[in-house]
């Protein structure tokens, strides 16, 4: 018997698949300093875990398939803090940020159609748009521009009679770019030329450095029927395990027929809605705390990063991630080679090869994505550990450092 054609084109993510080497590890005695996945060791807020375990409820039952009104509503409040007028009816509660993208491309594309995405990107979008046989077309955003939006004649040249829409995550994951008001008015202007949608993935909106400020695409009220916005609770209130996303628009026909795939798989998880409602009670500097944090924790890696002979790396202004390019011609060997044969005083790293972030075959090849979500001094080994692990691999096979 064989297996779908479908799935042999999936990737195993660059972000997991290395979990075996590890495990492994971790059996041998080595602390490994995991730098390849965004989970915060940040607490959830208490009003949150609370609600778990208060859960009011003697039967934990269906909900509704566009999610709990309440919590509908509370995103509602939440967004009008950040200048957008959003009503109820036009957000969709789904399991995850990941399944509001997965049901942005079912509701936008047939089968081999196109959706232009600046890379890198966040790797497993190649996966969604593999679930909803749809092609995804990169446009190549540099880390020596900092990742800023390739120019604009660049991503046009892409669009063709299959193009449906153009995605974007701001701040971004893997390259922490934020899109400026500029940039963003820029690709609604096309998207209104070329008659498609804009499509954003804003999970990380509150993660602005640098004073840099968050420019929500749904304040753009003149373009709203051609914008879908993608969110989550993960990141924000550190409940990655959690589940719960959202979708929206202000997009009739998209809310309406996206629905549809709502009510097929039933309903968002009950209990998981609940902490997320309870979340947004959590008081304004438990946000504030986070972001400074992360900005502490940002400069310590970039600093940490930049010691190294060879390295290169841009400066995030926003999310917890960065690419940083290695002196070395194959990252995911290096880092299996980290988590396998190296260990500095029984520690080591574990990495993402950046090249599964890439769309473009070879690109990213000696470039690797790292999560600042360690508290600062645990980054500080982290990179003495591959400080001492990228001389180690360098020996090893005979690598000349120009």
């Known amino acids: 018997m064989d297996i779908s054609y479908r799935?042999?084109?999936?990737?195993a993510s660059p972000i997991r698949r290395l979990s075996p080497y590890a495990i492994q590890a971790k059996k041998r005695g080595i602390?490994?300093?995991?730098?390849?996945?965004?989970?915060?060791?940040?607490?959830?807020?208490?009003?949150?875990?609370?609600a778990v375990r208060n859960y009011p409820h003697d039967i934990i039952a269906y909900g509704e398939s566009d999610g709990d009104i309440e919590l509908r509503e509370a995103m509602c409040k939440y967004y009008h803090s950040f200048g957008v007028d959003i009503k109820s009816s036009d957000v969709l509660i789904t399991n995850g940020g990941s399944e509001a993208l997965l049901f942005t491309f079912m509701t936008l594309c047939d089968p081999g159609d196109e959706v232009i995405v600046p890379e890198p990107y966040y790797t497993n979008v190649h996966s969604f748009a593999r679930m909803a046989n749809v092609n995804i077309v990169p446009v190549t955003s540099l880390l020596e521009r900092n990742f800023?939006?390739?120019?604009?004649?660049?991503?046009?040249e892409k669009i063709t009679s299959k193009t449906r829409a153009i995605l974007?995550?701001?701040p971004n994951n893997p390259t922490g770019h934020i899109y400026s008001p500029q940039e963003l008015e820029i690709i609604l202007d096309m998207c209104v030329r070329k008659d498609i949608f804009l499509v954003v993935d804003e999970v990380y909106r509150e993660f602005c450095y640098d004073g840099k400020k968050f420019t929500s695409a749904l304040t753009y009220t003149?373009?709203?029927?051609?914008?879908?916005?993608?969110?989550?609770?993960?990141?924000?209130?550190?409940?990655?395990?959690?589940?719960?996303?959202?979708?929206?628009?202000?997009?009739?026909d998209v809310i309406r027929e996206t629905l549809k795939l709502s009510q097929a798989r039933l309903c968002p998880p009950a209990i998981e809605q609940t902490a997320a409602l309870a979340a947004f009670n959590a008081p304004d500097q438990y946000i504030k705390d986070v972001i400074s944090e992360y900005e502490t924790r940002r400069n310590t890696l970039v600093k940490a990063l930049r010691a190294i002979p060879g390295v290169k790396c841009s400066s995030p202004n926003?999310?917890?991630?960065?690419?940083?390019?290695?002196?070395v011609e194959d990252a995911e060997d290096f880092s299996i080679f980290m988590l396998r044969d190296f260990n500095l005083n029984g520690e080591t790293v574990m990495l993402a090869p950046a090249e599964g972030f890439y769309e473009t075959k070879d690109l990213g090849r000696n470039q690797v994505r790292i999560a600042y979500v360690l508290n600062p001094s645990d980054l500080e080994k982290a990179c003495r550990c591959l400080k001492a692990g990228l001389k180690a691999y360098r020996e090893k096979i005979g690598f000349v450092l120009e």
């Open 318 to 327: 926003g999310a917890f991630y960065l690419v940083a390019k290695l002196p």
């Open 31 to 50: 602390k490994v300093y995991h730098l390849n996945i965004g989970q915060p060791d940040i607490k959830t807020p208490v009003q949150a875990l609370d």
């Open 7 to 11: 799935i042999k084109g999936f990737q």
């Open 222 to 252: 003149d373009y709203s029927d051609r914008i879908i916005v993608v969110d989550s609770f993960s990141k924000r209130f550190s409940m990655c395990g959690a589940r719960v996303g959202a979708l929206i628009s202000k997009n009739r």
């Open 168 to 170: 974007l995550c701001s």
């Open 148 to 156: 800023a939006l390739p120019p604009l004649k660049e991503i046009e």
